[in-house]
C-alpha cells in the first residue's frame, strides 16, 4: 500500500515538449508538495497545496503549474521543458499545512531527462 | 536560500562503527529533520527534533541540537551496510511553512 504515489517513475522527452507529472497519497493529509532535485542532490521546494488551496509558491517559471483536483492529488504540468528543467522531482505530503511537528512523506520520485 | 549544510558531505565507514553528520543552519528554528534518501528513492523521515529540545534518541540514531550554534548532529551507531545513503537535515524555520533542505551527507557503510 503506497502512501504517496507519483507517475510516471521516469519521463524522457525532447526539448519544447509539454508534460505532466501525477501525485496522489493515501494517507489522508492536508497538505501536498513539490520538490525539485538537482543533480547535486540539492532539494527545493517548488509549491505546496494545502486542501486544494495553494499556499507556497516559490520562485518557478510560470511554465510550472501545480493543479490540485482534490486534496489527494496534486499534478504538475510543465510546458515547454528546456535541459534546465532536467532534474528529480519529488512530491510530498504532511498531515498540516503549518505545524512545528510536521513531518512530511515523499513518493518515490520523478526522473525528468529534457533531451 | 539554502538553510541546512551538512558536513561532511561525503563519509565512508567500516560496518560496526559510529557515523556522525552535523548540520549548521543560519536563522531561528521551530524544528529540525533528519530524512534518509537511499540510491534512487524517496526521502524518508527519521526524526524531528524541536527548538526546545537538546537531544533525542530513536533507536540506533541519536540527533542532538544545539540552538546557541545553530547547528544539529545525527549518530548512527552499530552501522550496518543498510544504512548506506544519503542523508539530510532540513529546518522548519520560526515563521515559516515549507522545510528548507541541505544538500546531504553521502554515507558508505563498507562491509
Known amino acids: 500500500d503506497t502512501a504517496v504515489s507519483q507517475t510516471p517513475k521516469y519521463l524522457v522527452t525532447q526539448m519544447g515538449n509539454d508534460k505532466s507529472i501525477k501525485c496522489e497519497q493515501n494517507l489522508g493529509h492536508d497538505t501536498m508538495y513539490w520538490y525539485k532535485q538537482d543533480s547535486k542532490k540539492f532539494l527545493k521546494i517548488m509549491f505546496s497545496?494545502?486542501?486544494?488551496?495553494?499556499?507556497i509558491n516559490e520562485t518557478v517559471p510560470n511554465r510550472f503549474s501545480p493543479k490540485s483536483p482534490d486534496k489527494a492529488h496534486l499534478n504538475l504540468h510543465i510546458n515547454s521543458l528546456e535541459l534546465g528543467d532536467s532534474a528529480v522531482y519529488f512530491c510530498?505530503?504532511?498531515?498540516?499545512?503549518?505545524?512545528?511537528?510536521?513531518?512530511?512523506?515523499f513518493g518515490p520520485g520523478t526522473r525528468l531527462t529534457v533531451l | 536560500s539554502q538553510q541546512g549544510e551538512e558536513d561532511p558531505q561525503a563519509l565512508s565507514i567500516q560496518e560496526g562503527e559510529n557515523a556522525t553528520m552535523n548540520c549548521s543552519y543560519k536563522t531561528s528554528i521551530n524544528n529540525l529533520q533528519w530524512y534518509r534518501q537511499n540510491s534512487g528513492r524517496g526521502l524518508v523521515h527519521l526524526i524531528l527534533i524541536r527548538s526546545n529540545e537538546r537531544e533525542k534518541h530513536s533507536g540506533r540514531l541519536r540527533v542532538t541540537l544545539d540552538t546557541s550554534k545553530k547547528s544539529s548532529s545525527l549518530l548512527i551507531t552499530a552501522s550496518r551496510a543498510a544504512d548506506t545513503a544519503s542523508y539530510f537535515c532540513?529546518?522548519?524555520?520560526?515563521?515559516?511553512?515549507?522545510?528548507?533542505f541541505g544538500q546531504g551527507t553521502r554515507l558508505t557503510i563498507n562491509p
Open positions: 497545496y494545502n486542501n486544494k488551496e495553494l499556499i
Open positions: 532540513a529546518t522548519l524555520n520560526q515563521g515559516a511553512q515549507k522545510l528548507v
Open positions: 510530498a505530503s504532511s498531515p498540516l499545512g503549518s505545524s512545528s511537528t510536521d513531518t512530511q512523506y
